[in-house]
């Protein structure tokens, strides 16, 4: 068989130096005495949970939290040494997968706590979790009234050890929303039930709030990818991620020839189109469809028509000779074309453009732990 | 461990002889002569190609086509006495991998065929190849010009054994377009190039549009998994899609309380929610954000607020009683909310529905061969 990187649609390349320097400033910039977890759920955002959670424990970072048992227990054997948080919590009868992999639960409704205090008490110890408050998301989590029977059940509280109280924000990237303070407040009031616990708000963007938001412990997961925390300003975050796609074949094309799935695009003048081998499939959304651009060597070359599922077509006319030619890369995501500015390009986030980053691509990561 | 059925956020049901089911139907409405290939790309449309391919071999289909060497690598093994044609064709160098692993290349370029000449008169053998034309679409496929030149070489025609001449529609799912009668022109006077050999020309949709379009092989890939070919028309294709996503929490609600990312939704009522474990890197897109619906038993319950990275949350203030309670199931996706509805609720189409299914997901199969 050839080479992958030869033979592969794309070639999708990720900074783990970068991730590791993205995790370095946010725990440089919490509040004093708090420390810095690390989120690699979702595959670590879709850029390999086995090769960014390794990078980031080597760098120090010594408590993670996945979105699923799976996650965690896959992660498990190689973090030594490190907590990892399962966001989900349990569901009945998935308890003891948490202490046959090492995962701490994080416990979101009367039930879950219920169902771990019955759990720790068969086992006979007391066991820990992380206790989940809603403060305004109505998402995952305990209102205050639940919260404070916990924190009242003596028998709840012999049976659960809680380590770390957490909530989530809801506008955290819309800093003047007033809801982020109402959460902080509400956050603030219902972590005074568990005097001693540490606790934990701010994922990315949170973490700009302002220090009053720290709280013991961030949690950022899409800055760490390069994703921007705070939209009205400019990012502070490393790029990690490149992604180049393969030209299959470049075509020369006449004035009123149209292009791709419902004629859509109408080349104007005499030029040329690659064929580039991405697609939806691999996460190229389809709303990207003349709303993207790739580059060759510094130059803008925009998509046009309609993205097919393993097909995307580029406007080459401006590239200079023999440039564009079968073999040869197009980049569609980089410094110039970030996963932000797709992800608005696509009418959503770079968080989405992140978790659809294709199976097929051939994956390269730069840096990482050394050996 | 507990099993992934307890323990999954979703159950994603694909019932194997519901494609066979849809197989057959299109192979007989092919016309009289004609046959029914089957397009098992990007893992068959996300549905699992090491599973739909054979069961579709059983049924008696002994044609595929996959877009990317690795995929027709994989299926090699499973595909016993059936051809597997690769789409995007060979890049330099890997054209050894499609003698290794027993796959025909789709000849897309002149690039292409002079590679697979070159390849061919080293071995010492002609050797078999599909060649594709562009009749309209600018993606793949050789040029009228260019298909003239391959035609009047002796010397290509003397190291490449064409077995498909094949060409692809643009708007067959736009039946009155007139590119699909031009493309058919463009088709059947290119395909009069290469007298004997057998011709290709529409997918899904392109099936509907008459039998001038079916040459002698179709290649059906999306009506295969269900996806209506025909937007004007009641779906004749079975169901094959089944998703169910898990509760993990239900909350009580009050007027006025907001939900999810941004505080977009507000609750007008007071009521319950449930958190469901899917979100956006499950495939279930963001662009769905309060505009998508599940089914519990038949009561249709309303996607409240933005879809999250690992969750969504919906009304089911309507449910009798305890319906709604933590591990209980949420239909996502069945007949009554299908793949093309939730397609044009995110403004896309059921194909890129189809390949974002997610990686998380507990997949079952139903039926397929014996054993």
Chains 1, 2 share one sequence.
């Not at 970068?18 to 989120?39: P, T």
Request: net charge neutral.
């Amino acid at each position: 068989m050839s080479e992958i990187a030869d033979r592969a649609g794309a070639v999708l390349t990720i900074d783990l130096d970068a991730v590791v320097a993205n995790w370095r400033l946010l725990a440089k910039r919490m509040r004093r005495g708090a420390r810095c977890a690390a989120v690699v759920k979702a595959d670590a955002y879709g850029l390999g949970a086995d090769r960014v959670a390794p990078a980031l424990r080597a760098a120090g970072c010594n408590r993670f939290f996945v979105a699923t048992i799976d996650e965690g227990a896959a992660l498990r054997p190689l973090l030594p040494g490190a907590e990892i948080f399962v966001l989900s919590g349990p569901y009945r009868h998935t308890e003891g997968d948490f202490v046959e992999h090492g995962l701490v639960p994080v416990l979101n409704s009367p039930e879950q706590i219920d169902d771990w205090a019955a759990f720790a008490r068969a086992r006979g110890s007391r066991t820990p979790a992380a206790l989940h408050l809603d403060t305004g998301m109505s998402r995952l989590g305990l209102s205050h009234g639940q919260a404070e029977a916990v924190a009242e059940s003596t028998a709840t509280l012999a049976a659960i050890q809680p380590i770390l109280v957490m909530s989530h924000l809801a506008c955290a990237d819309l800093p003047e929303h007033p809801l982020n303070r109402r959460q902080l407040a509400a956050f603030t009031a219902a972590r005074a039930l568990f005097p001693g616990v540490e606790g934990s708000l701010a994922a990315s963007s949170g973490l700009f709030l302002g220090e009053e938001w720290h709280a013991d412990w961030g949690r950022p997961g899409a800055a760490l990818y390069g994703v921007q925390p705070r939209p009205d300003r400019p990012n502070p975050m490393a790029h990690v991620v490149r992604l180049e796609g393969r030209i299959i074949q470049v075509r020369d094309v006449d004035a009123g020839d149209t292009v791709g799935y419902g004629a859509t695009h109408r080349v104007a003048d005499r030029g040329k189109l690659a064929v580039v081998a991405v697609g939806y499939a691999d996460g190229l959304f389809r709303s990207l469809s003349s709303r993207w651009h790739g580059f060759v060597g510094g130059v803008r070359v925009p998509l046009v028509g309609r993205v097919s599922m393993d097909l995307i077509i580029f406007d080459v006319s401006g590239l200079p000779g023999e440039t564009a030619r079968p073999g040869a890369l197009i980049e569609l995501l980089g410094p110039g074309n970030t996963i932000d500015e797709m992800g608005m390009a696509a009418a959503t986030i770079g968080y989405e453009v992140l978790t659809s980053l294709g199976r097929r691509y051939c994956r390269r990561y730069l840096g990482g732990p050394a050996g």
